[in-house]
């Protein structure tokens, strides 16, 4: 958090970074040096995250985005990782299922002839409009934003989130049409009913370990916002 304070003789080392200074108690983050530009930061993942958390979770993506990146194209994005299936096989998964993908991350690897396919288009502008945490790809970026938010954010939760990301990329590629078998990992083979299903059944589960770590985040955010707002204000001189 970032009112926590260091002592010791280690604690003198945040010191060579401007964003930190000595208090009474101890070195800490001065909340003072949080900028015009992390402030924004900080406001638009609250906002993002906020307006995802009240959205509801969908269970039945089943992973096809792997499968949309590598559709009628040879350029292979994971190049040095052999696919499983054969072209035609791989074409048939994706014109026989429902793609929709909600996350922009994902869908501008989509290559130019799967991106007809999807249902929705998500892009950078609009990604408050369509993230949900039912996205595996969501799950991971929790890292990202609190990788951006560093050192603003605790230290252990972005632990939880780097943990979690691992947890869901994993997820991802099983359910891929690529063979990780030279990582040691079985495929998820959502080309079938049973695999659809282990996969909505490991969704779920990853979802349901990401929504406190995800509410951890939106609280943070919330938090740091009101620390630098009332920290401002008693810092303003009055007029």
């Known amino acids: 958090m970032a009112d926590m304070r260091l002592n010791g003789d280690e604690a003198n080392a945040f010191l060579e970074d401007e964003r930190y200074r000595r208090f009474d108690d101890g070195v800490g983050l001065d909340l003072d040096g949080l900028s015009e530009s992390e402030r924004g930061r900080v406001d638009w993942v609250r906002n993002l995250i906020e307006r995802s958390l009240g959205r509801s979770p969908r269970f039945s993506c089943f992973g096809l985005h792997e499968w949309a990146m590598v559709y009628k194209t040879d350029q292979i994005r994971h ?22 993908c909600t996350h922009h991350d994902a869908f501008r690897f989509f290559t130019e002839a799967a991106r007809p396919l999807n249902a929705v288009q998500p892009g950078s502008e609009n990604r408050a409009d369509n993230e949900q945490f039912g996205c595996v790809h969501f799950n991971m ?3 990202r934003w609190c990788y951006k938010l560093n050192p603003w954010i605790g230290s252990e939760l972005i632990d939880d989130c780097f943990r ?25 083979e959502v080309e079938t009913a049973e695999g659809r299903e282990l996969y909505r059944v490991e969704q779920k589960a990853l979802y349901e370990r990401g929504q406190p770590i995800a509410k951890r985040l939106l609280r943070e955010c919330k938090q740091l916002l009101s620390r630098a707002d009332a920290c401002s204000a008693w810092t303003t001189p009055r007029s």
Request: proline share 6%; charged share 25%.
């Open 141 to 143: 970026d929790l890292y």
């Open 164 to 188: 979690l990301a691992i947890e869901a990329r994993i997820l991802d590629m099983r359910a891929s049409p690529y063979d990780l078998s030279q990582y040691g990992y079985d495929p998820i």
């Open 79 to 100: 190049e040095t990782t052999p696919l499983r299936l054969g072209r035609s096989e791989i074409e048939q998964v994706v014109e026989s299922n429902a793609i929709h």
